[in-house]
Structures are given as C-alpha cells and as structure tokens.
C-alpha cells in the first residue's frame, strides 16, 4: 500500500514568490492535515480537511496562505507571496476514522527554503 | 502553557542498552490519545505507538512500550535493546478534543543518538 505522496520534495524560492505544495493520501482515508514543521520543533496543524471539507482552519495565516481539497483526495496548500519566515518542512498526513487509533500517516514533507 | 513537554532535547545512549524518552502532558480532558513518533532524518514521521486515556495496561509494540503514569500526566517511551537505526527524532503527541475537532498537539522532540 502506498503511503502519503508530496511533491515537491524540496523548494527553494526568493521571497514574493509564490508556492505550492502537493499531497496525495493513502487510498481510503478521508480525514488529511497540513502541518508546518520549524527547524527543531514538533509540527503545529495548519489546516485540516474531512472529505472536501475544511473543518479546522483556524492556525492558518489567511492572508498568503491557501488550501484547496476540490475532491476529497489529493490537496494543494499554496503560499502567496511567500516570506523569509516561512522557510521550514510543510508536512501532509491522512488518515482513517475506522481505524483503532485514528492515528495519522505522514508523507516525507516539503522543505521550504524562501531566499 | 505546553500541552506538550518533552524535557530531554538530546539523549545518547549506547546500542542494546534500554532508553527511556520523557513526556509529560497538561489536558482537562477525561478522554485523549498520547502518541509516539519517529522521524529519521529522511524527514517523515513514523507511527510507533498509542495510548488511550482509559487504557488500564501500558501499551507495547514490539520493543516499544509506553510508561503511562496517568495520576502524574506522563507517558514515557521506553526502548529496549536500542538499534543504530533508532537514531532519529522523537515527538510525544496527545490527541484532544477542541471546539469539537479531534486535534493532535506535538511536543518539541527529543534526539536520539545510538552509539555503537
């Protein structure tokens, strides 16, 4: 079974640049989270999708940041116009409500480089 | 305050002896989640394993076993036999119920380093 899928893998971008970053769940899961990871710090929920949904948003800064989940599947988080703060991994995770743990799977990130 | 505290930022320990990783955990909740992952410098995070707040015995997996002291808010990884290939990030989570929405709050991690 294959497990959640990001691209890019790396990004580097001078900064007001725009960005985007994919992510394609494990088959099956309906729940999928975007997480921002700083150097050296757990990672913090940035936004979080049941289906198509976006049923917590509420950590993400709305004014460059953007996610779109159109058919309950693959999602996209964009940034625009990135800043110099904004370097770090951004990681994407799903998972299952039927599952014993609900526990979530990550993908291997994006690292975000704004030069 | 952190709901989340991990007191160890850098753990060495020499390979095939037992480590034990420190967390400890604020909530007024009676229901939650305490997890434990792994990331290897590769960068994803690794499910190792759960704990529910109503579980009465410690979890294990393998030679992972989580030490779960409810009265004192802790729950403590504990590695037996250490490998080289455990050398990585680990990050103590707890899941709890906000506005609603089931929400997984990280601390800020320990680093391991195995020694041969």
């Known amino acids: 079974e294959a497990g959640v899928v990001q691209s890019p893998r790396y990004k580097i971008i001078e900064k007001k640049q725009p960005v985007a970053f994919w992510c394609n769940p494990i088959s099956g899961h309906n729940t999928l989270y975007w997480y921002l990871q700083n150097l050296g710090q757990g990672p913090e929920l940035l936004i979080r999708y049941e289906n198509e949904e976006a049923v917590d948003d509420s950590q993400l800064p709305k004014d460059r940041f953007s996610a779109e989940r159109l058919k309950g599947v693959d999602s996209t988080l964009k940034i625009q116009p990135a800043e110099l703060g904004d370097s770090a991994v951004y990681l994407c995770?799903?998972?299952?409500?039927?599952?014993?743990?609900?526990?979530?799977?990550f993908g291997p990130g994006t690292r975000l480089t704004v030069l | 305050a952190q709901k989340i505290t991990q007191t160890q930022p850098g753990m060495f320990v020499q390979e095939k002896e037992a480590v034990t990783l420190d967390c400890t955990y604020d909530?007024?909740?009676?229901?939650?989640?305490l997890f434990w992952y792994k990331q290897p410098s590769s960068g994803e995070m690794i499910f190792l394993i759960y704990?529910?707040?109503?579980?009465?015995q410690n979890a294990t997996e393998g030679r992972y076993s989580l030490n779960f002291q409810k009265a004192r808010k802790s729950a403590n990884l504990v590695i037996s036999a250490s490998q080289l290939g455990d050398s990585a990030m680990y990050f103590c989570?707890?899941?709890?119920?906000?506005?609603?929405?089931?929400?997984?709050?990280f601390g800020q991690g320990t680093r391991l380093t195995i020694n041969p």
């Open positions: 989570a707890m899941r709890e119920a906000v506005q609603g929405a089931q929400k997984l709050v």
């Open positions: 995770a799903s998972s299952w409500g039927g599952s014993s743990y609900n526990e979530q799977f």
């Open positions: 704990q529910g707040s109503y579980d009465e």
């Open positions: 909530t007024s909740d009676q229901s939650y989640g």
